[in-house]
């Protein structure tokens, strides 16, 4: 039974896709976009978004011309851990440092799973840590705490 495109993953995700290139577009005509030879800050925003308007109409169409599933119902869950995760990261950063900061960020976002081994995210969590170490504070040479600050 052929679904309408709007309850399909792809249906969704075109819609998704166009409505977030639409704003973005009307959002950058709010700045000058100048020329192509002299762009302004509006152009590059505004050809993204035009950009990504006309992929999610594409998608769109795909959706309506092959059949598909039912999207599954979205994971609530799984979406406020992450966030959270996020916001959690991002705040502890400069306070807390690069150490606490990535190892908080792990351990939140693997809540979001329904399932998880507690080894793995801990092996995952001090990978990360090293990994953020050595491209951030020791490759990149960037002034971010490590620890307490």
């Known amino acids: 039974m052929k679904e309408k495109f709007y309850k399909t993953p792809d249906g969704q ?5 166009a409505v977030f290139g639409l704003f973005v577009a009307w959002q ?3 700045y000058p976009l100048g020329r192509a030879s002299q762009m302004g800050p509006g152009f590059f925003p505004l050809g993204l978004g035009s950009l ?3 992929v999610g109409a594409a998608v769109i169409i795909n959706s309506i011309r092959t059949s598909q599933e039912v999207a599954e119902p979205f994971e609530w869950r799984s979406a406020f851990f992450i966030t959270v995760a996020i916001i959690a ?14 190892a908080v960020l792990v351990l939140v976002a693997s809540l979001a799973a329904r399932q ?6 801990l092996l995952s969590a001090v990978v990360l840590t090293l990994m ?7 490759g990149l040479d960037l002034r971010i705490p490590l620890f307490w600050n």
């Open 89 to 102: 990261s991002g705040l502890l950063l400069l306070t807390a440092g690069v150490f606490v900061s990535i």
């Open 132 to 138: 953020a170490w050595l491209i951030f504070i020791v």
């Open 116 to 121: 998880g081994n507690l080894w793995s995210t």
């Open 52 to 54: 990504l308007a006309i």
């Open 13 to 17: 995700a075109g819609i998704l896709f």
């Open 28 to 30: 950058s005509l709010q």
